[in-house]
């Protein structure tokens, strides 16, 4: 069963920083790229980050780009966010989620319960 | 960039009434769209992808279609477990569509 556990998220000072994890199981975590989508309270989805399986492609939002930072570890099965210089714009729940690919595309297939980052004085 | 489009942004109807929501983009996307449901408190679930293809383990009643730039996501009976959020998403940039939540009358 494919499983994806968010953690770290909790409650940070503007401008502080934070990094979240991602524990993947119940798949070959060295195959398929990665992504980070966030949710503000009571709003949309955001695509936030996303990472090749072999960390060779990344891509930012233009909303967090320098400073936010995608990364992994095959080895660990795990994937990281570490977030700096953070706003209360960047309060939200953070998701991880699986890239799964048809022959002409790809879309998010699995996704993480979630960890709420507050960015709050 | 692409930007994506839905509506309505809401909806009510009955239980085992025909829903369609659809989206709209800016620019052709051929069939690179995927559709979202997401209910209160819980992570999004993928229900259809390309357009057209339903995931596996997902109902019948949903179902996809449309290419280049407009799309449509129906239901065909909905049920009261239907009850959440839609979202289109574009995977040209990843773009999400604003949403549309669904709610039984």
């Known amino acids: 069963e494919v499983q994806l556990v968010e953690s770290g998220g909790g409650l940070v000072q503007p401008g502080g920083s934070l990094r979240l994890s991602c524990a993947a199981s119940?798949?070959?975590?060295?195959?398929?790229?990665m992504n980070w989508v966030r949710q503000a309270p009571g709003k949309g989805l955001e695509w936030v980050s996303y990472?090749?399986?072999?960390?060779?492609?990344?891509y930012y939002a233009d909303s967090v780009k320098g400073r936010f930072t995608i990364s992994r570890d095959n080895a660990k099965n795990s994937l990281y966010l570490q977030m700096n210089s953070l706003r209360a714009e960047d309060t939200a729940v953070y998701y991880c989620?699986?890239?799964?690919?048809?022959?002409?595309?790809?879309?998010?297939?699995?996704w993480g319960q979630g960890t709420l980052v507050t960015v709050s004085s | 960039d692409i930007q994506m489009t839905q509506s309505p942004s809401s909806l009510s109807a009955s239980v085992g009434d025909r829903v369609t929501i659809t989206c709209q983009a800016s620019q052709d996307i051929s069939n690179y769209l995927n559709w979202y449901q997401q209910k209160p408190g819980k992570a999004p679930k993928l229900l259809i992808y390309?357009?057209?293809n339903l995931e596996t383990g997902v109902p019948s009643r949903f179902s996809g279609s449309g290419s280049g730039t407009d799309f449509t996501f129906t239901i065909s009976s909905l049920q009261p477990e239907d009850i959440a959020t839609y979202y289109c998403?574009?995977?040209?940039?990843?773009?999400f569509g604003p949403g549309t939540k669904v709610d039984i009358k």
């Open positions: 990472i090749s399986s072999s960390s060779s492609t990344i």
């Open positions: 989620a699986r890239e799964g690919c048809s022959s002409t595309s790809c879309y998010f297939d699995y």
């Open positions: 390309d357009a057209s």
């Open positions: 119940g798949f070959t975590f060295s195959s398929y790229s």
């Open positions: 998403q574009q995977y040209d940039n990843l773009l």
